[in-house]
């Protein structure tokens, strides 16, 4: 795929993989659209894009809420007329054991991690078909092969998430739609922890989110007839 010109619309763009991804699509040439909680970092994401010469179309909205998806997506196609590729980013975790977590943490991270996800998705559906060469990219987590202790509710939806995807590529690959499953593990983001303001080594090791964006736009840039459906980044040696 030619990435110049085209549309990209991600979900949870104010910070991490959300915002590398768009700031690396505008590199390549794309025009953005983007969406976040947070006013004042999407505001800036925003102005990084536009400093690149390209448009973007910025949306702040809550992507557990049907409503606001469906604002979004279509804001973002009304804006642009077309879109080409679907990011979905937006996610969260929290981490407790299954006697401790209430229905309201579970309730939580499903509904954006998972039904969000399916929302933005359906309803991005009629546009990415039209474009002939399009493509959606989910990004899971290995923690949706992997289990551990306090995870059982953010593994199950990014478990769910792997396959949705699977399913979404055999339904429209006859439409030229490409689907990409990545799944990063320990990535140096804020969703790892703050990292305060003295420096942590151990950060500078792990993968970065600039290196989960780069690994999208590889898989975006092959020919057409190749897809790439699932990718796993880790650190070399995090140790």
């Not at 102005?47 to 179309?57: A, L, M, P, T, Y």
């Not at 879109?83 to 975790?93: C, E, K, P, R, S």
């Amino acid at each position: 795929m030619e990435l110049a010109d085209k549309v990209a619309v991600i979900t949870g763009a104010s910070k991490g993989i959300g915002k590398a991804v768009a700031l690396a699509m505008a590199d390549e040439g794309a025009h953005v659209a983007i969406s976040a909680r947070s006013g004042d970092l999407l505001k800036a994401v925003e102005s990084q894009i536009r400093e690149k010469g390209r448009d973007v179309f910025s949306f702040i909205g809550d992507m557990s809420v049907e409503e606001e998806i469906k604002s979004f997506i279509s804001g973002a196609h009304d804006h642009f007329k077309r879109m080409d590729i679907l990011i979905n980013n937006a996610g969260l975790g929290i981490f407790k054991s299954v006697a401790d977590m209430e229905t309201g943490d579970w309730d939580t991270m499903f509904n954006l991690n998972v039904r969000g996800l399916f929302i933005a998705t359906r309803d991005s559906l009629p546009y990415l078909r039209e474009a002939g060469e399009s493509a959606v990219v989910n990004v899971v987590s290995l923690a949706g092969k992997n289990t551990f202790v306090k995870g059982a509710g953010y593994s199950a939806t990014k478990h769910a998430v792997l396959a949705f995807s699977k399913c979404l590529m055999l339904e429209e690959r006859e439409h030229g739609l490409r689907v990409l499953a990545i799944c990063p593990g320990s990535v140096a983001t804020h969703f790892s922890g703050d990292p305060g303001d003295k420096p942590d080594p151990r950060r500078e090791k792990i993968t970065q989110a600039e290196d989960v964006a780069a690994s999208i736009i590889h898989m975006l840039r092959m020919p057409q007839r190749a897809m790439v459906s699932e990718i796993d980044i880790r650190p070399t040696n995090p140790a």
